[in-house]
């Protein structure tokens, strides 16, 4: 009996599962080529469908011959019946007012999906943030647009979710020094490389493209204060105006390939199907950017 009750468990969680990734209008696949794929009955099938609709999660409509298609469904519910009772994203350390308001209406949002427990994680650079996605530490991620690409590109089985306008991640790019620091007559150019950030390695690749250079690893948040103190010579990093001091100076960097890197984009697992269409179908992405400009713009205290 209870081997009955995992095997029905496991056939509920896997069909609410793909549910999650299918939209009203579609054809429901054959209860027989379920009941192959899952190695079960084609009773045991029958009886998942008939508690999803009993529980008003799902709504099927036969059309004879055609076979029965999705006429309605509760994203919720089918979400609790494939055992999902929990979102948790991961994005960059909020280090400035941006990050800050991204995080807030990113909280925002999540704690709107109903479910039991939702919670923001804080994992400072890109590949980090990637580990743990793949590792199903997380669920989403929060990385550059450029940052996913590259992923995407590398292998990693992954999709887009949304993808938020330029700005929404960061302001631009600078090449800093200290003060007096001329990088023309320097015969090694001591560079701060934060390897665990992709956006970061390839802005330094490519601003140092041509010159003599030492790459030192130092953490993205301390690149700063190690220009200061002369650990390094020169570093690219994004910062806000209020950043600037007398110690430092910066020129802005422009690459127009290099753009994305400004768009924030939402990440989760492609073999996550039905995590990814809840989420799209369930989150208002507007609303983030809308907290994310008031928290910026001082009309908002961050929430997160």
Known sequence: MESGIKKTSHVLNHIACELLGMDVGDRMEPISSIAARLHVSNGTVQNVLRSLEEQKALHL??????????????????????????????????????????????????????????????????????????????DAVVMSSLAARHYMQQGYAIEILHKFPRGSYINNHYLITRKGFDLNTSDVIRVGVDEMSYDQALWNQNCFAGKKTQPVPVHYLHVLE?????????????????????????????????????????VARRDDAGMVRFLRRNMNFDNIIRIQQAVMQGDQLPDY
């Open 61 to 138: 409509v036969a059309r004879g011959h055609l076979g029965s298609f999705v006429e309605q469904m509760d994203s919720r519910l089918l979400l609790e019946c494939a055992g999902i009772s929990s979102v948790f994203c991961a994005m960059p350390i909020p280090y400035s007012k941006r990050y800050e308001g991204l995080a807030s209406g990113l909280r925002r949002e999540i704690s709107n999906l109903g479910l039991s427990k939702t919670g923001i994680v804080f994992i400072s650079g890109s590949r980090c943030r990637m580990t743990a996605l793949s590792e199903r530490r997380v």
């Open 226 to 266: 190690h220009i200061k103190t002369g650990v390094i010579d020169a570093a690219v990093w994004s910062f806000e105006d209020s950043y600037l001091d007398d110690e430092l100076s910066c020129v802005e960097l422009h690459d127009e390939a290099m753009a994305e890197n400004t768009s924030a984009v939402l």
